[in-house]
């Protein structure tokens, strides 16, 4: 049992005092940073680069990879309790974590989240430590077909994001991929859509989107919640989740952290798929999934678990390749080249210490993380009693000056003004906007691999069948498009001659 | 009997908004993109095929959406609140090069304020304020971000 | 005591922030009056020269430099912003063979004048355009290659990073002088292109040799077939030539410091001896190595000819291949 001993030399390398240190500091920085509404961990990373020029590269690495997952626990407390979510995947969180914020159980959707984070911190902790070779190889037997394919199925499971109309669902997919059009074209180097201004030659920044659809959005419809009547207090009780409760989220969060694992792996979108993907399995498992979108607990329990296994497992291919998965990866990249560590196939044998010390850092961090943020979840509770008119423009606040930093552009912010009237305008037409912001994000990825599969194939479309892994993708995502959308066809039908009688 | 058939004023208005937006970008494809062919396409053949599919998946939403009698009153923000709440973002990026972040974060955020029926003015310079310091001591002195604190204006 | 020093600097970086640093506001000359910014026309994370090299003259000339990120539009956005900033000599920018020059030809609306709206500084690196190929293909060098190619047209898959670069550029010209075809694939960045080779997906790579590709090579699981440069690679001795192996293409990716239009000599002067003291040292030498990169620092006439002969250099190509960014 190889593996015994080098997590045991890991341990040993992660538990030493100084990079024990920074592993708390990453963490405390990415959960701080995760809960700000609109600073992601690119930023924070990126500024924190030329400070980790002085310390040791394990140290610096273990910071890092802390901001990384750190932020990732930090977005999701954001996303259940105000309905913010700080990035693409918590988004998925938010749907059924902010509902049951509002039924009181803010804080049992906290803990679970932060439970079920760690349960798939450590296991996928065992998972790279254990099968980081043989899941390399997964990594390398996807062709731009099979990425194609995977990236359909996880936009055909994205559509289970909708509670209201499926077909409302399906549109705000195609509109976030048409939105995703917007900017250089990579391929010719054609403008699409940027309206003749180089504001927006390279698309619309996810950040200015994100904070104008949510943030903008959700303070809109708190205003028009406004009256002379006194502020409702939301109740907020049942701090700490019940047996029932943990019993309830075992299996989502077992299965949500399976489906990270393996996803996290793939290198360009396999993280970000995971949590969606968890959603709409358990979606489809539950045996109440009219619960969901309004406050299920396996859809917060499942997608987190997922997409903190993702998160982790997708260091899998930096560790083992130098490939990194990611633009935060690739900046962890950059501060390991700044040590002298150029990160390749044989880091492993390279730097045993390193490679190691932060896959053990990893479990640790997640330990330090629930440490940090269980007795954290009473303090965010008292977040939901400061009265909305004195939380909105601070959320505002926060929101604006992530969009501006991002790229210091001033358009950014009449980006955000734009997208959150638009958000506003889409809510009051029953249109969800995680479905859209998924398609967004995943829009540029999917037209790149189509493009580049066709490139290969000669224009062959049948590439895409022939291939046993994209056929097989294909064919499970034709097969839940029907099961998702036929009983919905069905059901309205049945509604409306119900009500002619 | 044909009224229930009919969909709900939302869903029409959904119906409208959906399908002129996908007509709107299909136009704009056609006139500026080349299609190009599946060997080598073009950078207008996915934003084409997207904006076919969300047309006439939107036309769908509509046929098998909420007929009008399940239709729920619409409540609305009142437009000054949505002027205000939307502004802020705009007073932000005016004020941001000219007077830097702190009076950037104060003076939007106030703005905001004003949003709410229940913001007294007092209150509201007061938080912005205390929210524009604090913004300060976290973004500029601990995150370190490359913002102006102070701008052009007053540090010349 | 190292760790402990750098673990101490650390908190009070995170504590104090510049506060220190950016003080004393003196009626002095240069550096002294407020912080230089120094514009990055690219996201963080490729900035690593830039944040080493501008460490260093942070140090000799005793001002903080900020380096400010601002992507997009393959640099043009950044480039465009430098040349719109004062010339009270404290905002440089970081000049790339694009923005500084190629563009005039390729970028209708640039909003700038490349060869027109800036002081030249120095020039900082050079780096190693290279042809790789993955393993299992049915030949082991360029002329193999070559040869492969012609007998199998259209065969072959090369991949680039995007339309006007470098990459593609020099895949047009090579592919006309050699009498080949090959399918030229556009990617977003050598991670990618690098997990397609080693799925087979992809066969070959026009690319800058950097740290990616070289780890790679050094494990076998890439093989280097030829370099663009004039010279051999100090890196990769075994590769030839581009001219070596019959096609006469030359082809040198650059960086260098440029600041706005009207920027005083004097204040250029200074930054130019800081700049260039620093990439003299070893350790500058050897922090460039790393990633596959040579130093190359030249005096502000020199870096000026680097960057004129440059668009000379690709003009008549882009015309022919009627390239274009919009």
């Known amino acids: 049992m190889d593996f015994i001993q080098n997590l045991g030399l890991g341990f040993s390398v992660a538990l030493l005092p100084y990079n024990l240190l920074f592993c708390f500091i990453g963490c405390f920085l990415g959960t701080a940073i995760g809960v700000l509404p609109g600073i992601g961990p690119l930023g924070t990373i990126a500024i924190l680069l030329p400070v980790t020029f002085g310390v040791s590269p394990e140290a610096a690495l273990i910071m890092l990879a802390g901001i990384y997952y750190g932020a990732q626990y930090g977005g999701s407390t954001t996303a259940i309790l105000i309905n913010l979510p700080g990035e693409a995947t918590s988004a998925v969180t938010a749907i059924d974590g902010y509902q049951m914020a509002r039924q009181g159980r803010a804080g049992t959707a906290l803990a679970v989240a932060a439970l079920g984070s760690f349960f798939a911190g450590t296991v996928a902790t065992l998972a790279i430590a254990i099968f980081a070779k043989p899941l390399t190889s997964l990594a390398l037997s996807f062709s731009p077909a099979d990425y194609f394919a995977l990236m359909v199925l996880g936009l055909v499971a994205s559509i289970a994001l909708a509670h209201g109309s499926v077909l409302k669902g399906l549109a705000m997919i195609l509109l976030g991929l048409l939105l995703g059009c917007v900017g250089t074209d990579s391929y010719t180097g054609a403008m699409r859509f940027t309206l003749g201004t180089l504001d927006l030659a390279d698309g619309i920044p996810i950040v200015a989107f994100g904070a104008g659809i949510y943030a903008l959005g959700e303070i809109l419809r708190g205003i028009e919640n406004e009256s002379d009547a006194p502020v409702s207090v939301i109740p907020v009780n049942n701090r700490l989740p019940s047996l029932a409760d943990l019993k309830e989220a075992t299996a989502p969060v077992v299965r949500g952290t399976l489906l990270g694992s393996v996803l996290g792996v793939l290198p360009g979108g396999g993280a970000l798929l995971s949590a969606f993907t968890s959603y709409a399995m358990e979606k489809k498992l539950s045996r109440t999934p009219e619960r969901f979108g309004h406050g299920a607990m396996a859809g917060v329990a499942g997608p987190e678990s997922a997409n903190n296994a993702g998160a982790q497992t997708s260091f899998i291919p930096m560790l083992t390749l130098g490939i990194p998965s990611n633009p935060i990866m690739a900046l962890m990249v950059g501060a390991l080249i700044l040590q002298g560590i150029i990160p390749g196939p044989n880091l492993i044998t390279e730097q045993p210490k390193l490679f190691w010390g932060v896959i053990a850092s990893m479990w640790v961090g997640n330990l330090i993380l629930v440490i940090l943020n269980l007795p954290l979840i009473g303090l965010w509770l008292k977040l939901l009693k400061i009265r909305p008119h004195f939380l909105f423009p601070t959320i505002l606040g926060f929101s604006m000056i992530g969009v501006y930093s991002v790229g210091n552009s001033a358009f950014d912010l009449y980006l955000m003004a734009i997208f959150g009237a638009a958000g506003y305008v889409l809510g009051k037409l029953d249109c969800e906007p995680a479905p859209m912001l998924l398609g967004f994000v995943l829009g540029p990825l999917l037209e790149e691999y189509l493009r580049r599969a066709m490139i290969l194939a000669d224009g062959d479309a049948t590439v895409l069948i022939q291939r046993p892994l994209s056929a097989t993708l294909l064919a499970v995502a034709a097969a839940l498009l029907v099961v998702i959308l036929l009983p919905f066809i069905r059901k309205r039908r049945k509604e409306v001659f119900v009500e002619d009688e | ?156 | 005591m190292r760790k402990l020093v750098s673990t101490l600097s650390l908190g009070a970086l995170l504590l104090a922030g510049t506060i220190g640093l950016a003080g004393k506001a003196s009626a002095e000359d240069w550096p002294n009056r407020k912080t230089i910014t120094a514009v990055f026309p690219f996201a963080a994370g490729s900035d690593y020269i830039a944040r080493i090299v501008m460490g260093a003259v942070e140090k000799e000339i005793g001002q903080r430099i900020l380096i400010d990120n601002r992507p997009g539009a393959g640099g043009a956005i950044g480039t465009g912003y430098a040349a719109r900033q004062p010339a009270d000599g404290y905002t440089f920018v970081f000049a790339y063979p694009g923005p500084a020059a190629n563009f005039t030809n390729t970028f209708a609306g640039l909003p700038y004048k490349p060869l027109e709206d800036f002081e030249y500084v120095s020039g900082i690196s050079k780096a190693t355009m290279v042809i790789v190929a993955r393993t299992g293909l049915p030949f082991t060098d360029f002329k193999g290659m070559i040869e492969y190619a012609k007998a199998n047209p259209g065969k072959l898959s090369v991949s680039n990073s995007g339309i006007g670069t470098y990459g593609h550029m020099v895949e047009l010209a090579f592919s006309d002088l050699a009498g080949i075809k090959m399918k030229m694939v556009p990617y977003k960045g050598n991670s990618e292109v690098v997990t397609d080779m080693l799925s087979g997906s992809l066969d070959m790579s026009m690319d800058f040799l950097n740290n990616n590709y070289m780890k790679q090579i050094e494990a076998g699981t890439i093989r280097p077939l030829a370099i663009v440069s004039a010279e051999r690679a100090a890196d990769l001795p075994n590769v030839p030539t581009f001219k070596e192996s019959g096609i006469d293409l030359v082809a040198q990716p650059w960086a260098g410091l440029m600041a706005p239009k009207g920027t005083p000599p004097s204040v250029i002067e200074r930054m130019n001896k800081a700049v260039v003291n620093y990439l003299n040292t070893d350790e500058a030498k050897q922090a460039f190595a790393k990633i596959g990169q040579q130093v190359n620092p030249t005096t502000p006439k020199e870096f000026r000819d680097v960057v004129v002969s440059e668009e000379v250099k690709w003009r008549d190509l882009i015309a022919k291949y009627e390239i274009k960014n919009q």
């Open chain 2, 1 to 156: 009997m044909f009224a229930t058939y009919w969909p709900s004023r939302r869903n029409m208005v959904f119906g409208i908004v959906f399908v002129s937006f996908s007509a709107l970008m299909a136009f704009e494809t056609l006139r500026k993109l080349p299609i190009g062919t599946p060997a080598n396409m073009g950078p207008g053949f996915f934003p084409l095929l997207l904006s076919i599919s969300l047309g006439a998946i939107s036309i769908l939403a509509v046929v098998f959406g909420q007929s009008s009698a399940q239709e729920e009153p619409l409540k609305v923000a009142p437009f000054r609140a949505v002027a205000l709440v939307l502004g802020a973002p705009i007073v932000f990026s005016l004020s941001i090069d000219p007077l830097g972040l702190f009076f950037a974060v104060f003076l939007s955020v106030l703005f905001s304020t004003q949003a709410s029926i229940r913001s007294k003015i007092g209150e509201s310079i007061l938080l912005s304020a205390g929210f524009s310091a604090f913004c300060v001591l976290v973004f500029i002195y601990l995150l370190n971000l490359p913002l102006p604190l102070w701008g052009w204006l007053i540090a010349g």
